[in-house]
């Protein structure tokens, strides 16, 4: 069936993302995968394409779309060629709802041209080591100084996806105590200058998946952060962090029915060119059965994503909605690469193979953005249960 969802300017963009996907990324793909990141210089060249400027308004030198849609063409493109544009996802994807929604026009004027043209990369800091999910257990202080000028942030972030080449990041601590009533009170938003003395990059995380993206361990020790870089008001930070999961959480779900969709695409190519006993992969019943089997599955997560697309871009995808697309094309997507990669035998254990790839960098899907059984809590909540 035909999409829908995409008009001739998404189409026409899409056919530019694949040609240099095609000729700037593939290349060199392997390469990145064994450095475990995308190198610096790569992200300067997205600014240069526009990829960083799509959603940002024309003032600060970005395109001015509202539109989603153009962020899940290119994470479409992404999956079906097997690779990841590094760490950057995290830099559009997550950070700039915050600064769009929240930044005064003065942090937009200082920060958005720079955001656009990737010399600045961002990343947000929200986890810490002993927390996980439960972001208002979060230890991460920020003391305003007795001057009342700057901010003395300290403590430490895990698990900090784009945390090795940020130049800003977006982290989020405690500028009050909780109370009694709100253990979500007192959290406040600070863009820190990672240049900052204080502020160190720990380990280089070494990730089941995602290699290509750096995930790093953060610190600060006495950062002193301008009280101009407060993003929004102080200790109302985790209901701005609420207001961007279903989008966060819709960005995976494109994800994961773009990495089944590829899943199939890499195996049907597959099993044709394999010979066992004489015949191709591809003339075997079971191979026809369960390849089928799986196409049926990425054309329903394909409908789900679709249809919250279309919700999103309209202002109309609840909370609730965007965790039950991301809970079912995540879970989907589960079966449909574990089949894939069995119908590769032997060779689906190797990592040469893109299937291989694909089913180590999918298994986050259903951890991160919220797990699978917080999603079911969430649904579960929108039913009166």
Not at 2 to 25: C, K, Q, S
Not at 273 to 294: P, W
Not at 319 to 331: N, P, Q, V
Request: hydrophobic residues 40%.
């Amino acid at each position: 069936m035909r999409r829908t969802v995409y008009n001739e300017d998404h189409e026409a963009f899409r056919e530019t993302i694949r040609a240099f996907v095609e000729a700037e990324v593939v290349p060199v793909y392997d390469e990145w995968y064994a450095a475990g990141q995308a190198p610096r210089d790569f992200y300067h060249t997205l600014g240069e394409l526009g990829i960083f400027g799509i959603e940002v308004p024309e003032e600060y030198g970005g395109a001015g779309e509202e539109s989603f849609k153009f962020q899940a063409v290119i994470t479409e493109e992404c999956a079906r060629a097997g690779v990841s544009f590094g760490g950057s996802g995290v830099h559009v994807a997550l950070c700039l709802p915050y600064l769009k929604a929240y930044a005064t026009d003065e942090q937009k004027k200082r920060w958005l041209p720079d955001f656009v043209s990737g010399r600045t990369m961002y990343a947000i800091a929200m986890t810490e080591p002993g927390t996980g999910s439960d972001l208002a257990g979060m230890k991460t202080t920020a003391k305003l100084s007795e001057d009342g000028t700057h901010y003395v942030l300290n403590g430490a972030k895990t698990f900090i996806t784009g945390g090795v080449h940020a130049d800003r990041v977006i982290v989020c601590a405690r500028t009050a105590a909780p109370t009694p009533e709100d253990r979500r009170h007192g959290i406040s938003l600070l863009v820190v200058d990672t240049k900052a003395e204080g502020y160190a990059v720990g380990r280089k995380l070494d990730k089941l998946g995602l290699k290509t993206s750096d995930t790093a361990e953060l610190s600060f020790t006495d950062v002193k952060v301008p009280v101009g870089d407060l993003l929004g008001e102080e200790n109302k930070g985790f209901s701005y962090l609420g207001q961007n999961l279903p989008q966060e959480r819709l960005g995976i779900a494109v994800g994961a029915y773009a990495q089944a969709a590829a899943a199939v695409r890499f195996t049907q190519a597959y099993v044709q060119d394999r010979t066992v006993f004489g015949k191709s992969v591809a003339s075997f019943q079971n191979t026809k059965f369960e390849l089928a089997a799986c196409k049926a599955e990425v054309d329903a997560a394909e409908a789900v994503v679709d249809r919250a697309l279309e919700a999103h871009d309209l202002g109309e995808l609840s909370a609730a909605e965007a965790a039950s697309a991301k809970l079912f094309t995540t879970e989907v997507a589960h079966r449909v690469i574990d089949k894939c990669l069995q119908l590769h035998g032997g060779y689906g254990y190797m990592n040469e193979y893109p299937i291989a790839r694909l089913y180590a960098d999918n298994r986050v899907n259903r951890i991160y953005g919220g797990t699978s059984e917080v999603m079911k809590m969430i649904i579960a909540k929108s039913m009166g249960l």
